[in-house]
């Protein structure tokens, strides 16, 4: 093993694993911010759209809508059909929590993780979760107090 791949190996087994206490509040957190892009989520049944002149169409795809929870695919589609990033989420009313399902279709972001193996359920729930919560944040700064219009 080189010395590259010794100091990530390290690096990554000193980390400690994620617990469900860390993954609820992140789940809580992504829930208080999703609310703020889309304030009408609990009532949204139909597919709706954020047309910016400066940024990417933001759709929101309602894949299956109950009382107390909701599935939900956000993503920008761009030239030719192409869904990015594509991250399907279901959303607990009733709970107010968010808990991503996949991004662009794949449950773990990085399937060529050299360590991947080492990841417990948690880690992979805080791994998506993290990055909706990131992009949450960059949809909040570019979109926020743009209105929602159905499709």
Request: include cysteine.
């Amino acid at each position: 093993m080189d010395l590259e791949s010794q100091y990530l190996n390290d690096l990554y087994n000193l980390r400690q694993s994620k617990t469900y206490s860390d993954v609820s509040q992140l789940f809580e957190l992504n829930y208080q911010k999703l609310t703020k892009l889309i304030p009408l989520i609990k009532q949204t049944a139909h597919n709706s759209i954020i047309q910016h002149s400066k940024y990417p169409d933001l759709h929101l795809i309602v894949e299956e809508r109950f009382t107390y929870t909701g599935i939900f695919t956000l993503t920008h589609i761009l030239s030719g059909d192409v869904q990015k990033p594509d991250i399907k989420f279901k959303v607990y009313f009733d709970a107010q929590l968010v808990e991503v399902l996949s991004v662009c279709n794949e449950t773990v972001l990085n399937n060529d993780h050299p360590y991947l193996a080492q990841c417990g359920d948690m880690d992979i729930q805080w791994e998506l979760n993290l990055f909706i919560e990131r992009w949450l944040d960059y949809c909040l700064d570019k979109y926020q107090g743009a209105s929602w219009q159905t499709l």
